[in-house]
Every structure is written in structure tokens, then in C-alpha cells.
């Protein structure tokens, strides 16, 4: 099973600088009609605040939140949101409306729904294509935007490097138990389960060591799986052959890289970023794929630590 364009899923509010007052790791979740649509957001952790920008489009913040909280909560208060037509938020039916420059305004909306003058954001795999867009359109908004293993700011950049990697690594064996499951039932009518299975096959690919697959904990359920592959073929048919690089020079707040050496996204996509922003670092992970926080965890938490303390 080669896989297409169509099929490439790719892993990847409050304001920092401004202490928190919570004094424990409560939970705060629930829902904020914003453009129509009712996102989800959970609230975890103490101190100041990074927006978490998960991937996809279409997974949900979930594939996220246990080595987040894990690695990050003590230090920081992680605001978590469902993008739309994504996890637990709706918007997957307003097909018109699956475009990015929306998912930029949903944004922005939560920034002023929560009172936040600027946002610190740490956007994965296609979540950190979103902070790009959404600080190149709002650059004063933004106190900080890092960029975890992020789709690249082109389409040439991005799918063609994607496509033929994925499709190196996947062995004859994985394409055909892949190809059985999606014959199956219960795959068809979104099963959880079969689901997990699926993406933990297929998601070998994104690691530089496969077995590192098994610490991913995605989170399905029947709320979210429906979504997956709607929402995201629809937003990457409207995002097109897409080329942000020389819009990206116009961000002005510090930037960090994070790039695994071995991951589906090229490095070549990584630095050519680095080269437009301004105040933008990258660091290469050595034997890393995409999922630098599950299988780099030290060296993810130390640079992030660190690119805060220097801000």
C-alpha cells in the first residue's frame, strides 16, 4: 500500500510571562463556542502558560498530553485545545470552513476569549505549521512560537520527502496487515481499537527506533476517530501546493526548532525555515524521528527549559 498524498497523516491560552496563580496541577477542561464551533480545551499544570498546538490536522491533543504533563506541567501550565473538525471539537462537517486561515482565526479568538495579550505557542507536526501562519498574520500576539518537528513552511518541502519516506519504511508485511484492516468492519465504522492498531503500525515509520512506537498513546475514541481522515484530507486539499517561507520573515518573536534527524520531515525543511525567521534557533536531535518528546525526552525538556530561560 503506497500511500498518497491524501493519506499522509502527519503528527504533527493563557499568557507567559505572566505568572500563574494556580498553586496545584488541577484539571480544567471543557467547551468555548468560538466561530461557531464548540472546541474543547484542558488546562494542565502550574506557572506561566504555553499554548499547545497539536498535529494531524485531525488527531486531537491527546497523542500529546501524557509526556507533555509529564515532562512539562511542573514548570509550566499547558493549555490544550481540539482544533476544529479535530478530537472532541466540532467543525469536521463545515467543509468550506477546513481551511487554515480559519484555524488561524480560532486562534486568535481563544487569545482574546481567555484575555491573553500574547501567546506563547509550541506547535507539533502540522501544529507548528499553524503557529507559523498564525504568527506571521498576527506577529504582535505572539511572545514565543516553537516549533516541534513542524511540517515544513512549503508543500516541495514537505509532502514529496514525507511520501517517499514513509513508503521506504513500511515493509511488505506492515502493507498488507494495513491493507487488511481497512477491509475489516470495524475499521470502516471507525472502531477505536482497530484504529489504534492501524496508526500503531503505521506510525513505525515516524520513529527512528520502531519499537519506540509503543510509548505513543493516542487517545482514540469514538468521538474522535470519525474525524481523522476527513478533516485531514479536506485541510490539505485547501492548503494546496502551499509556500510560506518569505511570509515567515516577518515573525519577530524568538523562535526554537526542534528537529529529529531521523524523522519523515526532512531536515533540508527544518533549516530552510530557521534561514527566514529572524529569531529563530534550530537543533537537530540525533537518532530521532518526529516524536522527539517520547523518544528524546531528556534532551526536549532541557532545550525547552532553556530557550525559556534565555527569553
Not at 499544570?45 to 485531525?58: N, Q, R, S
Amino acid at each position: 500500500m503506497k500511500f498518497s498524498i491524501v493519506y499522509i497523516l502527519v503528527l504533527g491560552f493563557l499568557l507567559f510571562g505572566c505568572k500563574s496563580e494556580e498553586k496545584s496541577t488541577e484539571i480544567k477542561s471543557g467547551f468555548v463556542n468560538i466561530n461557531g464551533n464548540q472546541l474543547y480545551y484542558n488546562i494542565y499544570g502550574v506557572g506561566d502558560t504555553i499554548v499547545v498546538l497539536h498535529g494531524g490536522p485531525g488527531f486531537s491533543h491527546k497523542y500529546l498530553k501524557p509526556q507533555f504533563d509529564s515532562l512539562l506541567s511542573t514548570q509550566f501550565t499547558l493549555f490544550y485545545f481540539d482544533q476544529r473538525g479535530s478530537g472532541w471539537s466540532d467543525g469536521q462537517d463545515d467543509t468550506l470552513n477546513l481551511k487554515i486561515e480559519n484555524f488561524v482565526e480560532d486562534l486568535d479568538l481563544i487569545r482574546k476569549r481567555f484575555k491573553i495579550s500574547k501567546l506563547n505557542l509550541l506547535g507539533h507536526s502540522f501544529g507548528g505549521l499553524l503557529g507559523m501562519y498564525y504568527s506571521v498574520k498576527y506577529p504582535k500576539n505572539v511572545s514565543s512560537l516553537i516549533l516541534v518537528d513542524p511540517d515544513a513552511a512549503s508543500f516541495e518541502l514537505r509532502t514529496p520527502y514525507q511520501i517517499e519516506t514513509i513508503n521506504s519504511r513500511l515493509t511488505v508485511e506492515q502493507n498488507l496487515y494495513l491493507d487488511s484492516l481497512e477491509n475489516t468492519d470495524n475499521f470502516k465504522n471507525y472502531d477505536p481499537a482497530i484504529y489504534t492498531k492501524y496508526y500503531k503500525s503505521y506510525l513505525t515509520t515516524y520513529f527512528a527506533n520502531p519499537l519506540d512506537t509503543s510509548k505513543l498513546k493516542l487517545g482514540f475514541d469514538s468521538i474522535s476517530v470519525p474525524k481523522i481522515n476527513r478533516t485531514n484530507s479536506i485541510v490539505r486539499m485547501n492548503l494546496g501546493e502551499y509556500d510560506i517561507h518569505n511570509q515567515i520573515s516577518a515573525i519577530n518573536c524568538r523562535t526554537l526548532i526542534l528537529q529529529g534527524t531521523e524523522s519523515v520531515f526532512s531536515v533540508e525543511g527544518a533549516i530552510a525555515i530557521q534561514n527566514k525567521i529572524p529569531k529563530s534557533e534550530v537543533h537537530l536531535i540525533e537518532n530521532c524521528g518526529h516524536f522527539e518528546y517520547i523518544e528524546s525526552p531528556k534532551t526536549f525538556k532541557n532545550l525547552i527549559l532553556e530557550f525559556y530561560d534565555k527569553n
